[in-house]
């Protein structure tokens, strides 16, 4: 059976699941607290990923010399025009925000928590920076506030991370975002579809999980949508048009966990 999500679309984008769980639209102020990341100091690699921009994808980030409250103020100064109504989610988004000590990721998230208007956080990152005491950091976070973390997964194929130089292996996602299921945090996957080397034939049968929600960029160009799976820890359901035809790609990610379906 086809089910049609709001407004005629055929999965529950992230705006509309936002709008079920707080009771209205939440607007996203991105953030640049300053962070660097591991592949790019040479923990990891350097250079970054291939398609990690200079400012560590957070071009539309706040300025990393301001505060995190100015910051905020600015974002949200930004936004009045278009959405008046003051309901944010605090988004650390520039490079690797797990990439610090737990106790200056903590002092931050308190700041932005702070601010007037903020409901929710949410902290990029990758699943190479999340050791045990990190973890521990998260959980107190959500214990405080609603939290969502985004893990830059990509690709399931390792020679494909090889060839965009992500600097870690999948086993390092399934450990990370394993920790993070274990403290219930919910978990945003960042997939390429796309990429290069990877047919809609290979893409279909991916290792499967089940994250909370998935972020896809369409031909490493063209950002397409956010999806969530209806329910936590379930089957996460999805559908979408990919390599400009009506082909559905498997998103992501374990084999083992639970499966995807599509509808």
Not at 173 to 193: D, E, M, R
């Amino acid at each position: 059976m086809r089910i049609i999500y709001p407004h005629n679309k055929h999965y529950l984008t992230f705006d509309t699941a936002m709008k079920q769980r707080f009771g209205h639209k939440m607007i996203k102020l991105c953030l640049n607290a300053g962070f660097t990341c591991p592949n790019r100091d040479g923990t990891a690699g350097t250079g970054g990923c291939i398609y990690c921009t200079a400012s560590g994808s957070g071009d539309f980030a706040g300025t990393p010399t301001q505060s995190i409250t100015e910051q905020l103020r600015t974002e949200a100064k930004r936004m009045q025009n278009k959405w008046p109504d003051e309901h944010y989610i605090a988004y650390f988004q520039a490079n690797t925000n797990t990439y610090t000590t737990p106790e200056h990721l903590l002092s931050l998230c308190r700041e932005a928590a702070a601010f007037p208007g903020v409901e929710a956080i949410s902290i990029a990152t990758r699943p190479d920076c999340l050791p045990p005491e990190m973890i521990n950091c998260l959980q107190t976070i959500s214990e405080q506030i609603p939290l969502f973390l985004e893990l830059g997964l990509q690709t399931v194929f390792d020679k494909t991370a090889e060839r965009i130089h992500r600097g870690y292996p999948f086993e390092t996602f399934l450990s990370g975002y394993a920790a993070l299921c274990a403290k219930q945090i919910p978990v945003t996957i960042h997939l390429i579809n796309g990429l290069p080397g990877e047919s809609p034939r290979k893409c279909l049968p991916q290792r499967r999980q089940s994250p909370h929600f998935v972020r896809l960029v369409s031909n490493c160009t063209c950002f397409m949508s956010w999806k969530i799976h209806r329910s936590p820890y379930n089957i996460m359901q999805i559908r979408f048009h990919c390599y400009q035809k009506k082909n559905m790609l498997r998103s992501s990610v374990s084999k083992s966990l639970d499966s995807i379906r599509i509808q």
